[in-house]
């Protein structure tokens, strides 16, 4: 009905134009296009900011990208990479491969110590400066800085999560290093637009680098039980705002780096590099492996670091090692600083 009401809005336009065939193009059209095409007339640029056409331009073109970032003092680098849907699509030719367009530009960057970005979550990433939230949309080059979620939370761990079924972008924030049992909530895009406190299931904390990976609708990521030092991964579900408990498959596992793998959340097994842990079913707290013959840990004879697997595309990994090809889907790795990597980012027409 919501959505019927927003098509006959758009239908009141007037124009020579129909409006109908307008917004078909532009459906069709490269975000970038759809970006610059707004300055055609004040007509244009409200059909493609409209939340109906901005669901269904995401909906029906989810063109995926791996986006690669450096900053440099307030400058930021940004690097998309076309990226592979579907395993078969590895093995074609890399003249196709290289035929597609890869945009590069660089930005003016809110100034911040260190950066540590959540994951690309339906196209927007989150970081903070100074104890506020920073919301960036990539592909239109915005920023927007959140109030503070509470006065007396001088450092923050951020996180961004999307509920699917509702359409809507939630921030999530902790106290950095501290233990608590209330997180504060914010609704992107909801005319309040205000913090609220929502109780944890748990007594725990979370440091400022922590990673956060959201799946399906429910935000991950690792904790430590209050007064221990239990290690476990908390589970926040975007729609319903509550919160669960998910142990770590041994107890010996020391400080995972959480992922996303073929949908599913995962990590490197820290006593088996060739090893990944896969959690199969988050309600029965289920774990599952999977072995591969490349190691998914390496450490850089050059510059000595240590570079960690920050994820996959959706194509998944491949079990030999044939993702070693250039023209190939491959795992991603990448140093811990400097370098950030977003794979499976989707162009969004989301205003901030």
């Known amino acids: 009905m919501e959505q019927q009401d927003q098509k006959k809005n758009r239908n009141d336009y007037k124009g020579c134009f129909p409006i109908d065939l307008t917004s078909e193009i532009l459906l069709r059209l490269p975000e970038k296009s759809v970006a610059r095409f707004r300055c055609v007339s004040k007509l244009w640029s409200s059909i493609s900011t409209d939340p109906y056409f901005t669901n ?21 680098f940004v690097s998309s990479i076309p990226q592979h849907k579907h395993r078969h ?59 503070k979620p509470r006065k007396s939370w001088n450092d923050i761990t951020v996180f961004l999560g999307y509920d699917p079924t ?34 944890t299931n748990q007594n725990h904390r979370s440091s ?10 429910v935000i991950y990521y690792l904790a430590y039980i209050f007064h221990s030092r239990l290690q476990v991964i908390m589970s926040f579900d975007i729609k319903s705002e509550k919160f669960d408990t998910i142990p770590l498959p041994r107890e010996d596992i ?10 599913r959340l995962a990590f490197v097994d820290d006593k088996n590099p060739r090893r990944m842990l896969i959690l199969e079913d988050a309600e029965r707290h289920k774990w599952s492996s999977q072995n591969f013959l490349a190691c ?19 194509a998944g990994i491949a079990e ?9 889907d491959v795992p991603l790795f990448s140093p811990r600083s400097r370098l950030h990597i977003f794979p499976n980012h989707t162009e969004s027409q989301i205003s901030l």
Not at 166 to 175: E, I, R, T, Y
Not at 320 to 328: I, M, P, T, V
């Open 56 to 76: 269904l331009f995401e909906t029906r073109s989810p063109r995926q990208t791996i986006l690669l970032c450096v900053r440099k003092y307030d400058s930021l």
């Open 296 to 314: 998914l840990r390496h450490r850089d004879v050059i510059t000595s670091e240590y570079l960690h697997l920050g994820g996959s595309t959706h």
């Open 254 to 263: 020391d400080r995972p780096f959480l992922i996303t793998y073929v949908g």
């Open 320 to 328: 030999d090692e044939s993702w070693l090809n250039a023209d190939q």
């Open 89 to 147: 699509t590895l093995h074609q030719s890399s003249n196709k491969s290289s035929s597609q367009p890869i945009s590069c530009y660089n930005m003016k960057f809110p100034e911040t110590n260190d950066l540590y970005p959540t994951e690309s979550v339906h196209g927007l990433i989150c970081f903070q400066e100074s104890g506020k939230p920073v919301v960036w949309n990539p592909s239109k080059k915005e920023f927007v800085t959140l109030p």
């Open 208 to 217: 400022i680098n922590t990673i956060g990976r959201c799946i399906k609708g």
């Open 166 to 199: 509702q359409g809507k972008h939630k921030v999530m924030c902790l106290p950095c290093n501290r233990s608590t049992d209330v997180c504060r909530i914010l609704t992107l895009g909801s005319a309040q637009e205000s913090w609220r406190t929502v109780k």
